[in-house]
């Protein structure tokens, strides 16, 4: 079904698909490279301190690889709404799901801009309210509960592959 062509461009789709992510990704790869080594133990280390530097040390290195797993889900957003795009035109209804977050924004525009409704889906997005500057999902601060959700786990880190 695809040819190899579209195997070239993959690639760089998955890249613009999740490209906040990535930035985050590397940002985040310099911090732990320039704390990491300062939080391993050393020998005159309290046992409380070791617990925490080590406690601090994996949650610093588990910071990218859920930033990649969030580019990856984000790229599965990005691979169905082209499908969806490619299938039935422009809808906002294609979109609407995907308003919420910045990351999906950035999927779906990606999307949009590869089918050739780039414009329009600027337009949707910005007649929602949104702008470059709202980062944050809507969600953090209507409902921070919702970061311990089993749906929230799924959906941003965990998304089934899909395949057209």
């Known amino acids: 079904m695809t040819t190899g062509g579209s195997l070239q461009i993959q690639p760089l789709s998955y890249l613009r698909a999740g490209l906040l992510l990535h930035a985050v990704t590397l940002i985040e790869i310099a911090v732990l490279a320039a704390a990491g080594p300062g939080l391993l133990p050393e020998r005159e280390d ?17 910071l990218p690889v859920l ?3 969030d580019a990856r889900c984000r790229y599965q957003n990005y691979k169905r709404v082209k499908d969806q795009f490619n299938r039935f035109g422009f809808d906002p209804r294609i979109l609407r799901p995907l308003t919420k977050s910045r ?5 779906a525009r990606v999307a ?5 409704y780039g414009n329009a889906c600027r337009m949707f997005i910005r007649s929602c309210g949104y702008r470059w500057y709202h980062i ?8 921070p509960d919702f970061l311990a959700s089993r749906h929230f786990w799924k959906s941003t880190f965990f998304l089934k592959t899909y395949r057209c």
């Not at 990351?103 to 999927?107: F, V």
């Not at 949009?112 to 050739?116: D, K, L, Q, R, S």
């Open 46 to 62: 309290s046992w409380l301190e070791m617990a925490g530097n080590g406690f601090f040390l994996v949650f610093l290195t588990s």
């Open 67 to 69: 930033s990649q797993l």
């Open 103 to 107: 990351c999906q924004r950035d999927a």
């Open 112 to 116: 949009a801009n590869e089918a050739g």
């Open 136 to 143: 944050f999902p809507d969600f953090l601060l209507t409902r």
